[in-house]
């Protein structure tokens, strides 16, 4: 089957660790049964079965493997069951009767095919994407010899031991992993809040390379698994259209858009963030890149641009990152005002032919959101934009059809026409 995903055949790698007691006896697998209403979002491949959907509860702890059936008895397929959480049931895709380290073996091989195929040889880049990866509540990103684990669920959390056994034989190169579990998400699971290495050794910083520039990062202390990955292919066209401009990067972290405008070219490059430590790891990482035309401020980005406009200062190219603004649709007004803020400064701030690099990592704010307010606000003080590109989250943050939850970066490049 040559056009198939098929993970190379692994050799079990024995790291000797000890398994989870708590889950080291078989048990006679428990089946939870739905209401009928919610079924057919199942069916059609959705993966979270909500506490509502559910029609009794069961009496076992968080994680444990469930078979979910129909209210006429069909199976669902199993999953990680966790009567804490508003998500009850996380499923899994599969009839697995076990979900140990050969599960986890075959799974993480299938994901690591899939980004050999899409961004071959990068050196960091997310190899399990959660539910686009059909591992609900895991994510892993690797950054050459090092990896970054978070579990998001229970049913992953409870399995640290088989998933650490399960990336040692999938990248037996792998020197050390980090544990980084400090998402908010974690507390709706009944899940503590740790990080740390679990397993070999793992430097203060480390090192890796990104569209040709060396990036050094703190796994531990850095943002997010200490690196915004998704960005990766908007860089690269960001670079494209860098050269010669002055650039301003709003929410650069540790100079991701910056570093790659001024390796291409950029006549400055200044990239902005709040976190002192970002800021500071951005600055090395241009020296680390023998960059000189590149710099960077701690500021809040809305003071920033307010002062850059009462000071009458414009830029050749705008680059808008922000953290996201609302984690569930009941937030979205104000997060859909905080962009529009955003963007009609930046638009003010733009010289005539300027380009606007605008970004958007909040899942309920969909990209006709995001172009939405572009129309409203550019019309508002009076600029005419050209859209001439448009992105998303890289390919390695694949998006799977039937979970629309797991498509969430908007990426829209615009020009100031001239006129
Ligand atoms: N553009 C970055 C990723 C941005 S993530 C990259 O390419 O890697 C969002 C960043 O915004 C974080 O680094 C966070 O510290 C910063 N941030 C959040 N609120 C801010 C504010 N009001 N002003 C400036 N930076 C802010």
New binding site residues.
């Given amino acids: 089957m040559a056009h198939t995903l098929m993970p190379r055949s692994y050799e079990l790698h024995d790291v000797g660790l000890k398994p989870d007691a708590r889950y080291s006896v078989t048990l006679v697998m428990q089946i939870i049964t739905m209401r009928p209403r919610e079924e057919k979002r199942i069916k059609e491949g959705h993966l979270w079965v909500n506490k509502d959907d559910l029609s009794h509860d069961l009496d076992v702890p968080p994680g444990t493997l469930v078979r979910v059936s129909t209210f006429d008895g069909a199976s669902m397929g199993t999953g990680f069951y966790n009567p804490l959480s508003k998500i009850a049931v996380r499923l899994l895709a599969c009839e697995e009767e076990e979900a140990g380290t050969a599960f986890f073996v075959k799974r993480i091989g299938q994901a690591e095919a899939l980004r050999q195929l899409v961004l071959p040889n990068e050196e960091g880049y997310r190899v399990v994407y959660g539910e686009a990866d059909l591992l609900s509540g895991l994510i892993i990103d690797r950054y050459g010899d090092y990896l970054v684990m978070q579990m998001l669920s229970a049913g992953m959390d409870v399995r640290k031991q088989q998933i650490i056994e399960a990336l040692l034989t999938v990248f037996p190169t792998c020197k050390g992993i980090v544990e980084k579990n400090m998402s908010q998400t974690r507390t709706r699971e009944g899940l503590e809040l740790v990080d740390g290495v679990v397993w070999g050794n793992v430097p203060e910083r480390i090192q890796f390379m990104e569209n040709g520039l060396k990036l050094e990062i703190d796994l531990t202390t850095g ?2 698994t200490g ?2 990955l998704d ?1 990766k292919v908007n ?1 690269a066209m960001v670079a494209k259209l860098a050269k010669g401009r002055t650039v301003l ?9 910056a570093l790659n405008a001024a390796a291409a070219g950029a006549s400055m490059a200044i990239g ?4 002192a430590l ?1 800021v500071e790891a951005a600055t090395r990482n241009a020296e680390l890149n023998g960059l000189s035309n590149c710099t960077f401020e701690k ?4 003071d ?1 641009l307010r002062d850059h406009l009462a000071e009458d200062r414009a830029w050749d190219m705008i ?1 808008l ?3 996201s603004f609302a984690k569930h649709r009941g937030a979205l007004r104000g997060a859909l005002a905080g962009y529009a803020e955003l963007n009609r400064t930046a638009l003010k701030l733009l010289k005539p032919g300027g380009i606007l690099v605008t ?1 958007s ?1 909040t899942q309920p704010v969909t990209e006709h959101d995001l172009m939405d307010i572009l129309y409203r606000e550019s019309a508002r003080v009076r600029r005419r934009l050209r859209l001439i590109y448009r992105g998303a989250q890289a390919p390695d943050h694949p998006v799977l059809l039937a979970m629309p939850e797991t498509q969430y970066l908007k990426f829209l490049v615009f020009e100031v026409a001239e006129a």
Avoid: T
């Avoid at 902005?272 to 976190?275: C, H, L, M, N, R």
């Avoid at 500021?299 to 809305?302: D, E, M, R, S, T």
């Fill in positions: 943002q997010k690196y915004f960005q860089r990067d709003c929410f650069c972290n540790v100079g991701g858009f902005i963030d709040s976190s970002a500021a809040n980005v809305f920033l680059v990152d922000p953290p970004s990592c």
